[in-house]
């Protein structure tokens, strides 16, 4: 067995017994510990040792964090007559909406976290240090969606509305910087763009996608683009083709421009904030560019594992985000399902990519689709069509997107010119997502049973691995 093979063997190891942690009870890895034994008497391959050792590790991970939120002190002190006074950091931008704002607060040594409402007209930033005073309150359960178990799996706790804050320590320079040069770029796209476009450029290129008003996500979601809002791979891709060809023609080597990318990249990171899909993203593209850098053949599968490894490793918590669940299903199916449908689909011509997006979104919607009817119950069929019509366009959207927040930070002037033509991109999609938004009741609603998730995506695995025609670990190849 190589050792890229036992590599993934011991990653996917520590993945299911972190997933596996979150609800089921240590004893789980009793018969985990006999199934790894017989492979290893079997296989007589001492991996399978190592794989039960990460097997173990990846369950005390998540059970640990598990164990933490359920002996909270935030859920003795919730509801209680009486105002507490806690210390801690605010540790996600405040997302404002149009009458109050909120932000995520971590009280010092004290496990979970509290979703604070206040009013607007303060300013809060991320990694703030404030004292906050308040009745601290469980978040409620409505008839048709739980809001407290939604807020439970991102370790949100307790919820207070407008306590008295007060600022103990100022943001760090690097978050203050950071929200400068996002604030800029905000008020550039409001300035040089028309109303909704604004809306749409900020969540693309700002990860700004809290910020959309509702009539427009509704839009966006019955037209099946809302993916389009959220930074992904993609997005990252695209970045870092550009950034690569701007350090190569300033006469950077390969390698001082790659390095140079990785940072921009890690940058881009930090600015528009973790969500899992840029994460992944991130930890996939700077991994496949130092690949390159040493001399290695890039082994997608192995980064993505090992961006997942990463993820739950720091936050098991993560694995509950349907964007992160989506995130890694999209980057699968690319994988394995995209080379398969682009020779199928030989008849559709090759001009305008229109053979690689059909290629891409049949992939990515034979592994998602089935999660979407589990959590949402609805898909619109449509989206394979309006998927036709605005992603040969994505590319210039984000290419022009990213010149002109660049510009606008630097030469304010020479951005007016890069703002017209996108300005023009960004009402296409918005006119593409109307048209396809009437149409939505060629979608399908339907509450997908999660015995048949389970079933679908073992039978998946068997396709897939039969299409492949790959030997027994034929996982393990790339």
């Given at each position: 067995?190589?050792?890229?093979?036992?590599?993934?063997?011991?990653?996917?190891?520590?993945?299911?017994?972190?997933?596996?942690?979150?609800?089921?009870?240590?004893?789980?890895?009793?018969?985990?510990?006999?199934?790894?034994?017989?492979?290893?008497?079997?296989?007589?391959?001492?991996?399978?040792?190592?794989?039960?050792?990460?097997?173990?590790?990846?369950?005390?991970?998540?059970?640990?964090?598990?164990?933490?939120?359920?002996?909270?002190?935030?859920?003795?002190?919730?509801?209680?007559?009486?105002?507490?006074?806690?210390?801690?950091?605010?540790?996600?931008?405040?997302?404002?909406?149009?009458?109050?704002?909120?932000?995520?607060?971590?009280?010092?040594?004290?496990?979970?976290?509290?979703?604070?409402?206040?009013?607007?007209?303060?300013?809060?930033?991320?990694?703030?240090?404030?004292?906050?005073?308040?009745?601290?309150?469980?978040?409620?359960?409505?008839?048709?969606?739980?809001?407290?178990?939604?807020?439970?799996?991102?370790?949100?706790?307790?919820?207070?509305?407008?306590?008295?804050?007060?600022?103990?320590?100022?943001?760090?320079?690097?978050?203050?910087?950071?929200?400068?040069?996002?604030?800029?770029?905000?008020?550039?796209?409001?300035?040089?763009?028309?109303?909704?476009?604004?809306?749409?450029?900020?969540?693309?290129?700002?990860?700004?996608?809290?910020?959309?008003?509702?009539?427009?996500?509704?839009?966006?979601?019955?037209?099946?683009?809302?993916?389009?809002?959220?930074?992904?791979?993609?997005?990252?891709?695209?970045?870092?083709?550009?950034?690569?060809?701007?350090?190569?023609?300033?006469?950077?080597?390969?390698?001082?421009?790659?390095?140079?990318?990785?940072?921009?990249?890690?940058?881009?990171?930090?600015?528009?904030?973790?969500?899992?899909?840029?994460?992944?993203?991130?930890?996939?593209?700077?991994?496949?560019?130092?690949?390159?850098?040493?001399?290695?053949?890039?082994?997608?599968?192995?980064?993505?594992?090992?961006?997942?490894?990463?993820?739950?490793?720091?936050?098991?918590?993560?694995?509950?985000?349907?964007?992160?669940?989506?995130?890694?299903?999209?980057?699968?199916?690319?994988?394995?399902?995209?080379?398969?449908?682009?020779?199928?689909?030989?008849?559709?011509?090759?001009?305008?990519?229109?053979?690689?997006?059909?290629?891409?979104?049949?992939?990515?919607?034979?592994?998602?689709?089935?999660?979407?009817?589990?959590?949402?119950?609805y898909f619109p069929f449509i989206s394979i069509f309006a998927n036709l019509l605005i992603l040969p366009i994505l590319p210039f959207i984000l290419g022009l997107g990213f010149l002109a927040t660049l510009l606008s930070l630097f030469l304010p002037f020479l951005s007016l010119p890069i703002f017209f033509p996108l300005s023009l991109l960004l009402a296409y999609i918005l006119l593409v997502a109307n048209i396809f938004a009437k149409a939505s009741f060629l979608g399908i609603n339907f509450q997908l049973p999660l015995w048949v998730l389970i079933l679908y995506y073992s039978l998946l695995t068997l396709l897939v691995r039969k299409v492949l025609q790959k030997e027994r670990y034929w996982f393990l190849e790339y």
């Amino acid at each position: 067995m190589s050792s890229s093979q036992v590599f993934l063997i011991l990653l996917l190891a520590f993945i299911i017994g972190l997933i596996s942690s979150l609800s089921l009870s240590p004893l789980w890895l009793v018969p985990g510990f006999f199934i790894i034994a017989a492979l290893a008497v079997y296989k007589r391959e001492v991996v399978w040792i190592f794989a039960f050792v990460a097997l173990a590790l990846g369950f005390l991970r998540g059970y640990s964090v598990v164990l933490s939120i359920k002996s909270s002190p935030l859920l003795q002190l919730n509801d209680l007559p009486q105002k507490v006074t806690l210390t801690g950091t605010i540790v996600k931008e405040p997302e404002r909406k149009e009458n109050y704002q909120r932000f995520v607060f971590q009280p010092q040594n004290i496990t979970g976290k509290i979703l604070v409402y206040t009013r607007n007209d303060l300013q809060f930033l991320k990694s703030q240090q404030v004292e906050i005073k308040g009745q601290l309150k469980t978040p409620p359960r409505f008839e048709e969606f739980d809001w407290q178990a939604y807020l439970a799996k991102k370790g949100i706790l307790s919820v207070m509305y407008y306590p008295e804050i007060s600022v103990k320590k100022e943001a760090s320079f690097f978050w203050r910087t950071i929200f400068r040069i996002k604030n800029k770029a905000r008020e550039a796209a409001v300035k040089y763009l028309p109303k909704p476009e604004s809306y749409l450029f900020r969540a693309i290129i700002l990860g700004d996608k809290k910020e959309l008003p509702d009539n427009l996500k509704e839009s966006l979601n019955k037209a099946g683009i809302r993916h389009i809002t959220a930074i992904s791979g993609m997005h990252i891709m695209i970045l870092m083709n550009i950034l690569m060809s701007f350090f190569l023609s300033i006469g950077l080597w390969r390698k001082q421009a790659s390095l140079a990318t990785i940072l921009f990249i890690l940058f881009y990171l930090f600015f528009v904030g973790f969500q899992p899909s840029i994460v992944r993203a991130s930890i996939m593209g700077c991994g496949i560019i130092l690949a390159q850098m040493l001399g290695r053949i890039p082994d997608s599968i192995r980064f993505l594992l090992f961006a997942a490894s990463l993820m739950l490793c720091i936050n098991p918590l993560v694995f509950y985000d349907v964007g992160f669940q989506l995130s890694f299903l999209a980057a699968l199916g690319i994988n394995y399902l995209a080379p398969f449908f682009y020779k199928k689909l030989q008849f559709l011509p090759k001009s305008l990519s229109i053979r690689s997006i059909f290629s891409f979104s049949l992939s990515v919607q034979v592994f998602t689709l089935p999660l979407l009817l589990f959590y949402f119950s609805y898909f619109p069929f449509i989206s394979i069509f309006a998927n036709l019509l605005i992603l040969p366009i994505l590319p210039f959207i984000l290419g022009l997107g990213f010149l002109a927040t660049l510009l606008s930070l630097f030469l304010p002037f020479l951005s007016l010119p890069i703002f017209f033509p996108l300005s023009l991109l960004l009402a296409y999609i918005l006119l593409v997502a109307n048209i396809f938004a009437k149409a939505s009741f060629l979608g399908i609603n339907f509450q997908l049973p999660l015995w048949v998730l389970i079933l679908y995506y073992s039978l998946l695995t068997l396709l897939v691995r039969k299409v492949l025609q790959k030997e027994r670990y034929w996982f393990l190849e790339y």
